[in-house]
């Protein structure tokens, strides 16, 4: 199939057969990010053209769960970002957990790295009044986000790096396992909620003191990430606190949000 | 010759200094928008554009995610990200996984922006140890393109160059001092 020339309308054919057997619309997700997934997948599973892909999709159930759940990219790459690590610690962390209760979310989960980095530095403040809502886009979703977020598979190849750079060394304060087998401890695990929605079309209440959304935008277009930044931001309470990825930039035209710290992107909402 | 507007340079090991020499060549006025995009550590962000913002006299930058592509401009991939050309000559970035070993890939920027820029692109495979890039220069010559790789006797690391000449079958070998001359006369041909 890499052989071939494609066309725009090529792939987007391939996604609007996908949104009508799944309900997510991907219209406005980025589009060489959609080509690249569509090529990528057919090189897998030995798709040989667009027209076998096309029908592949409406023949096999099986395979179009897998490919619906090949578009979402899990990795967020969080235990590389140091400069956050230190502000999440020494700042942001410390100021939050000052309140009563602190109302966490990440939206658009799908998979559970940044989940679990998060508990790290909560864990630290050995703070239990931390309620996370986990939100997955696709309900195919569930069982694998449950099991990344409980058990924190990726832990162990992580040990060296937070260590490195956090000085962080006894994980059981959040963890309790051995070996490559870690779980999160059970005294934050009743705070953990787990959520299947599309983020358009949910009605947001103003309830997250935090919401930590690093590199999800990415895979839209610039109409989408206006949106669903609106969406975020009523989801915040004011004085909230929104996390995106370093290279993404916060549409800040209304003047909603102050920029908290130069080199981090962390934005404090600043009025309804 | 087709009016190329944007020029696309992928390195790896053995590549940083023929980079800096190419920029260092480029005048003030440099019409083009160039694209590099060469394999780094993963967890450093700091020294490397600002090493390379030193040689040029063409702004230097780490993109972010949806910015637009300007002429005049030297663009370089942020560490841990993989970059996309979307058709509309826009910048889009992405945490999938590593290709070839590599985040940022070689292929994924070259092979986007061989479908969204056409033969308004000139690509450059410059030295290195795997062989990312080949696939992406052999897209850019697919969607017509001009495809260029370093001569493998002239790099240090000839793997990827290598690689890059077999894939795609350009025949625009050149040396790296030819690579300079050919990309300060692109539109001149």
């Not at chain 1, 939206?107 to 940044?114: F, S």
């Not at chain 1, 832990?155 to 051995?178: H, M, Q, T, W, Y």
């Amino acid at each position: 199939m890499q052989d071939k020339k494609f066309s725009v309308s090529d792939i987007n054919h391939i996604y609007n057969e996908l949104s009508d057997i799944s309900g997510i619309d991907f219209s406005e997700y980025a589009f060489s990010f959609k080509m690249h997934r569509v090529l990528l997948f057919a090189e897998n599973f030995n798709i040989p053209t667009l027209d076998d892909f096309v029908y592949k999709l409406n023949d096999s159930e099986v395979l179009a769960s897998e490919f619906l759940k090949f578009i979402f990219v899990p990795q967020s790459e969080f235990f590389r970002d140091a400069d956050f690590w230190n502000y999440l610690q020494s700042k942001l962390l410390p100021k939050l957990l000052l309140k009563k209760e602190v109302f966490v979310h990440f939206p658009e989960c799908v998979g559970g790295e940044d989940f679990y980095s998060f508990m790290f530095f909560a864990g630290l403040f050995r703070s239990s009044h931390i309620s996370v809502t986990v939100s997955f886009p696709v309900s195919d979703f569930e069982n694998k986000i449950k099991s990344e977020v409980f058990e924190a598979k990726k832990i162990k190849a992580c040990l060296k790096n937070i260590e490195a750079l956090s000085g962080i060394r006894n994980p059981e304060d959040v963890f309790f396992g051995k070996e490559n087998m870690f779980k999160i401890n059970h005294l934050f695990r009743g705070n953990i909620f787990f959520e299947c929605c599309d983020i358009l079309k949910q009605q947001h209440i103003s309830k997250f003191d935090l919401v930590m959304f690093r590199n999800r935008m990415i895979y839209y277009d610039k109409n989408m990430q206006d949106k669903v930044l609106k969406k975020v931001s009523v989801s915040l309470k004011k004085n909230g606190i929104l996390v995106i990825g370093e290279k993404e930039k916060l549409n800040n035209s209304a003047g909603k949000f102050k920029h908290l710290q130069s080199n981090l992107s962390v934005y404090k909402k600043r009025f309804f | 010759m087709p009016n190329v507007k944007y020029i696309l340079i992928g390195g790896s090991a053995g590549s940083f200094k023929i980079v800096t020499e190419i920029l260092d060549s480029f005048p003030k006025d440099f019409p083009f928008a160039v694209i590099l995009v060469l394999h780094r550590l993963k967890h450093i962000k700091e020294g490397f554009t600002d090493a390379l913002r030193i040689k040029s006299l063409l702004p230097v930058s780490e993109p972010f995610d949806k910015e637009k592509i300007l002429p005049g401009n030297v663009y370089i991939v942020p560490a841990n990200y993989h970059l996309y050309i979307e058709p509309d000559k826009t910048f889009a970035l992405s945490t999938e996984e590593v290709v070839n070993h590599s985040r940022p890939s070689i292929d994924i920027t070259f092979s986007s922006a061989a479908f969204s820029l056409r033969n308004k692109v000139a690509a450059v495979i410059l030295s290195g140890a795997n062989n990312d890039g080949a696939r992406g220069l052999k897209d850019i010559v697919k969607y017509g393109g001009t495809a260029v790789a370093q001569d493998p006797q002239d790099a240090v690391v000839a793997t990827m160059p290598e690689a890059a000449i077999k894939t795609s079958g350009t025949e625009n070998v050149l040396s790296s001092q030819k690579i300079k001359e050919f990309l300060l006369n692109l539109n001149l041909k």
